[in-house]
C-alpha cells in the first residue's frame, strides 16, 4: 500500500516563504513521478508542478518562478519551495505519486492527505 504524508503547510504573510515536503512508502521511489496539486476555498483542485524521474520539471503558469519542486531519491521525498507568496496561494496542498509515463493532465495516481497553506496578513 503507498503511503504519502505532507507537511510544511502553515500560515505566511503575503511575500512569505514555505517549504512543503512528501515522504512516500513506495520501493520504486525513483520509477515515478510526482506531483503537486492545490484546491483554494470552493474552486476545484488544479496542478501545481510536477516532477518526473529524471529530473524534468513542469509549473503551472501561475507559480513559474516563485515555485520549486524537486526530488530526493534517496529520501523519497518529494518538495515544493513555495516563494513570494499571494493569498491566491491559499488552499489545502496535495502530493501525487504515479508512474513515471503518466500524463499529469488528469488525476490518477496515489494521493496524500493534504497540507493547509494559508497566505494571509
Known amino acids: 500500500q503507498v503511503q504519502l504524508v505532507e507537511s510544511g503547510g502553515g500560515l505566511v504573510q503575503p511575500g512569505g516563504s514555505l517549504r512543503l515536503s512528501c515522504v512516500a512508502s513506495v520501493k520504486i521511489f525513483d520509477q515515478t513521478a510526482l506531483g503537486w496539486y492545490r484546491q483554494p476555498p470552493g474552486k476545484r483542485r488544479e496542478l501545481v508542478a510536477y516532477?518526473?524521474?529524471?529530473?524534468?520539471?513542469n509549473y503551472a503558469d501561475s507559480t513559474k518562478g516563485r515555485f520549486t519542486i524537486s526530488r530526493d531519491n534517496a529520501k523519497n521525498t518529494a518538495y515544493l519551495q513555495m516563494n513570494n507568496l499571494t493569498p491566491e496561494d491559499t488552499g489545502v496542498y496535495y502530493c501525487?505519486?504515479?508512474?513515471?509515463?503518466?500524463?499529469?493532465?488528469?488525476?490518477?495516481?496515489?494521493w496524500g492527505q493534504g497540507t493547509q497553506v494559508t497566505v494571509s496578513t
Open positions: 516532477i518526473r524521474n529524471d529530473g524534468d520539471t
Open positions: 501525487n505519486l504515479r508512474p513515471n509515463w503518466a500524463a499529469f493532465q488528469v488525476e490518477n495516481g496515489y
